[in-house]
């Protein structure tokens, strides 16, 4: 199952959101804003940018990114 790691008003998170949506892709979302243990987590991984998204085979990115999102559609 593809994470999604994202903020409240974020419009890069929204956007990946709207993608995946689209494109008919499941996703669990974390909101690091209501749960801020996930932003710990992410920090000590190295993101400092939202969304963060997590694929089933273990690679994640940050940010919007369509050729990303494309893979997993």
Do not use: W, Y
Not at 8 to 15: H, L, P, T, V
Not at 41 to 54: M, Y
């Amino acid at each position: 199952m593809v994470e999604v790691f994202s903020k409240n008003n974020c419009i890069q998170c929204k956007m990946t959101k709207k993608f995946l949506k689209q494109h008919n892709v499941d996703f669990v979302e974390h909101n690091i804003d209501e749960q801020p243990k996930f932003a710990d987590q992410l920090k000590a991984e190295g993101f400092l940018a939202a969304p963060v998204v997590k694929t089933p085979n273990g690679d994640a990115f940050s940010g919007f990114r369509p050729d990303k999102l494309q893979q997993l559609a």
